[in-house]
């Protein structure tokens, strides 16, 4: 039977989060405190327009339930920290008044209230404070000990989350908050009432992970990678016996890896990584079946290392112009770098999986010819015959499962294996698609330029995509007298590929078709030299020079 959420989505203020009883634990691996001036600077900002607006919307909060008053934050740390060390830097300015002698008694019940609703009752033995919000191993000290003493600590050799808790609190201790003790706790009630929470509670981290899925594809960005993180670090460090100089390492390598991928590309990272040595598996099942591969501590801490090897890779295949291709000992693999070029701008990330255990296992020139004969699938499959992805997924997850167990060892295996050849579209099939192929050419012209720049290298003429123009022979916005050629169907050729050239600087504008053709016979591009064999430009010869364009695209682009 499946676990579902506890409770639906509720709306609830600061005050009510706070309230209660209720504590909050930010689960001992999660991220440290990050937050700088810009975001503190922005909830200023937001905290100000409550003097007009009465509520501000602070989005979405994702709780774990422990037990009746305990939760664990899975999303929401850095925003519940920050509210507190505003509330503490405003109830500092009402004991600033106490250590000036200013109404002291009523002052003292203030402090001692807000203390109790906000921050958290004194242990009669300690005397610190049982703070409602505990923080992760790097930050829970530090930050109890400001919520104890309602002032930083001036310990030496701080580490710098540490130094940024210090530094919020000293930013929120100076802005102006109210000049009396009733005006300060005003300002925390209306604060504290009029921040709005969205809480979500979950009852494991399967339901958070989906969780985190929805709302990240309705354009809510959640932290993923501290949810997985979690996870990862609960499995190590289950049997209490990993040291914490060890931990501290494993912790340096998760936030490599976030440093290296963003976390904007960590989940598609942390798929692909699976894809290449298990089943294929969507989206919505990865964190279940992440789960499979790292549920003992031993291969917990295996699945960790094997994701820091590979997030310089994905990141890399990401972008060809990385340095990290120019400091491989092997310069073989800068063969590779057009070719991931053109992956990259037609944003094709489907190959990523069979190219990361693809560098691992094969040589550097069997990895090179891999990336080339990919590329050409692609261009074919993805550019211009727009066949199914999901197709495309699942032999592209049997392609490289064959190359991680060691079946295939070289891009021939690739090139001559069912999969490829499943995909690969023939020659009549591309010849067909790219006959009356559309781009929009006013929102990919760079694509555009690039396709047609390939050609042209295919034709003898290198063109470097990013420094020509792209011309439409009949203008995007044409005069009147290029309607006697194409009448009202004038339009339908805007976007054929068939209706376009590169030149290396626009000088035609709108001229007239006698003209350009003239302009571009003396020219060395040779698809310029081709419609300069036209004597007029109508649809015939549109369809013509773009079947010839499809004839050349069929050798450009061809695995043989």
């Known amino acids: 039977m499946k676990k579902l959420i506890l409770m639906e989505p509720k709306n609830q203020t600061f005050q009510e989060l706070i309230g209660n009883g209720v504590k909050y634990i930010v689960p001992r691996f999660q991220r440290d405190y990050a937050w700088n001036q810009e975001q503190w600077e922005d909830l200023w900002a937001d905290i100000e327009t409550l003097k007009y607006e009465y509520y501000h919307y602070m989005g979405y909060i994702v709780l774990k339930q422990i037990d009746k008053h305990d939760f664990e934050i899975i999303d929401g740390q850095q925003r519940l920290i920050t509210l507190s060390l505003v509330i503490m830097a405003a109830i500092k300015q009402i004991q600033n008044l106490i250590d000036e002698e200013i109404n002291v008694k009523d002052n003292e019940e203030r402090i001692a209230v807000l203390k109790d609703r906000f921050i958290g009752s004194k242990n009669p033995i300690s005397l610190s404070v049982d703070s409602k919000l505990s923080l992760n191993r790097n930050n829970n000290t530090h930050f109890r000990y400001i919520c104890s003493n309602l002032k930083i600590s001036n310990t030496r050799g701080l580490t710098k989350t540490n130094k940024l808790i210090n530094l919020a609190f000293k930013f929120f201790e100076v802005k102006s908050m109210g000049s009396t003790g009733s005006e300060l706790a005003k300002f925390i009630e209306e604060l504290s009432t009029g921040m709005i929470f969205t809480k979500i509670v979950v009852q494991d981290d399967i339901n958070a992970y989906k969780i985190f899925e929805t709302l990240n594809a309705r354009g809510v960005q959640l932290s993923t990678p501290d949810l997985l993180k979690n996870y990862i670090f609960s499995i190590v460090t289950k049997n209490n016996d990993v040291p914490d100089n060890d931990l501290d390492d494993l912790d340096e390598q998760w936030a490599g890896i976030i440093s290296q991928l963003g976390e904007s590309n960590f989940t598609d990272f942390i798929r692909y990584h699976h894809n290449f040595q298990e089943n294929l598996i969507t989206k919505k099942a990865l964190f279940k079946s992440v789960r499979s591969l790292a549920d003992t501590p031993k291969k917990a801490i295996n699945y960790l290392k094997s994701l820091t090897e590979f997030s310089p890779l994905y990141a890399s295949l990401l972008n060809p112009s990385d340095a990290w291709w120019r400091n491989l000992a092997d310069n073989t693999y800068l063969d590779s770098l057009p070719y991931l070029e053109g992956l990259r701008l037609f944003n ?8 990361m255990i693809a560098f691992n296992k094969f040589s550097s020139k069997e990895f090179c010819k891999t990336i080339k004969y990919l590329y050409v699938l692609s261009i074919r499959y993805n550019v211009i015959c727009h066949l199914s992805p999901n197709e495309q997924e699942k032999l592209y997850n049997k392609m490289a499962v064959n190359i991680f167990k060691g079946e295939y060892k070289r891009a021939s295996h690739i090139k001559n294996g069912t999969e490829f050849k499943k995909l690969y579209p023939d020659d009549n099939t591309f010849l067909s698609s790219f006959q009356y192929h559309k781009m929009p050419s006013r929102q990919s012209p760079k694509k555009i330029k690039y396709l047609l720049a390939q050609i042209e290298a295919h034709l003898g003429n290198k063109a470097d995509y990013t420094k020509v123009v792209l011309e439409h022979v009949c203008p995007y916005n044409p005069d009147e007298h290029w309607y006697e050629y194409f009448g009202e169907n004038i339009h339908d050729i805007h976007d054929r590929l068939g ?62």
């Open 348 to 355: 094709i990330k489907q190959p990523l999986t069979v190219l």
């Open 499 to 560: 209706n376009m050239l590169i030149l290396d600087k626009d000088e035609l504008k709108r001229n007239d078709f006698a003209t350009k053709k003239e302009y571009y016979s003396n020219l060395n591009f040779k698809l310029a030299q081709k419609i300069s064999t036209y004597s007029k430009w109508n649809i015939e010869n549109v369809n013509d020079y773009q079947k010839w364009l499809a004839e050349n695209a069929v050798q450009t682009w061809r695995v043989d």
